[in-house]
């Protein structure tokens, strides 16, 4: 696991908490996975909170030197994933959220604390 993958997860979780964001989850998966080392999730209660907090992570985490790989979705998307490499934030709407399910599909991830990053 990189040592600043931490810090790069509490800069999505901090980004997505300014813009309200809800239900946010963390789960640590470096050690049941090589994709990545953290996954952020976070759901927003419309398009026009899902597009801000897609905004205020590219801004936050653009500040903090983090480049993302890539972005899937767009800004009419209910589904956005925003592969930072050691990080992977994925943004839904309620629904989506719900449908997909990511934290049953990634139960044996450690679930952190932001505290804990």
């Not at 810090?7 to 908490?17: E, G, I, N, S």
Request: glycine fraction near 6%; hydrophobic fraction near 40%.
């Amino acid at each position: 696991m990189s040592q600043d993958s931490g810090k790069m997860a509490a800069v999505a979780y901090d980004a997505l908490d300014e813009k309200l964001g809800e239900d946010i989850e963390v789960l640590r998966i470096d050690e049941i996975s090589v994709i990545a080392d953290y996954l952020v999730i976070a759901n927003g209660d419309n398009p026009n909170q899902i597009r801000a907090m897609l905004e205020q992570v590219e801004q936050r985490m653009d500040e903090a030197g983090y480049t993302s790989k890539r972005i899937e979705g767009n800004k009419n998307s209910t589904w956005i994933l925003m592969d930072y490499g050691d990080v992977i934030v994925h943004i839904f709407s309620k629904e989506d959220r719900l449908f997909y399910d990511l934290e049953r599909i990634w139960r044996d991830g450690e679930k952190v604390k932001r505290e804990e990053l």
